[in-house]
Nanobody, 123 residues
Framework: QVQLVESGGGLVQAGGSLRLSCAASGSSYAMGWFRQASGKEREFVAA????????YYADSVKGRFTISRDNAKNTVYLQMNSLKPEDTAVYYC???????????????????WGQGTQVTVSS
């Protein structure tokens, strides 16, 4: 069982930056970030492979967000730059169940989820 705890959310003005962190209780494999805005479905943001060699992004955040990980600290990060009001959402990190599961943009491929952290971007 892996427990995930997100942190780093908050209120920021458009054009600003935030860095989200996701600390895992133990070793974790491929991980991803998803977000859910009020009244909308959860959507993929970014994902990273187990060793960090591969990363993937939603088109809406490509070039603005960067996912990274520090396996020595069992932590995954999401650096968010040039934030827009449409980035406002609850951000969740997620982890797959095994080393044989790669990074994915589909929520159903992830077994473990954090509780979420609110990001609000004001215009």
């Amino acid at each position: 069982q892996v427990q995930l705890v997100e942190s780093g959310g908050g209120l920021v003005q458009a054009g600003g930056s935030l860095r989200l962190s996701c600390a895992a209780s133990g070793s974790s494999y491929a991980m991803g970030w998803f977000r859910q805005a009020s009244g909308k479905e959860r959507e993929f943001v970014a994902a990273i492979s187990w060793r960090g060699g591969s990363s993937y992004y939603a088109d809406s955040v490509k070039g603005r967000f960067t996912i990274s990980r520090d396996n020595a600290k069992n932590t995954v990060y999401l650096q968010m730059n040039s934030l827009k009001p449409e980035d406002t959402a609850v951000y969740y990190c997620a982890a797959v169940a095994s080393r044989y599961s790669g990074a994915s943009s589909y929520p159903d491929d992830y077994k473990y989820w954090g509780q979420g952290t609110q990001v609000t971007v004001s215009s």
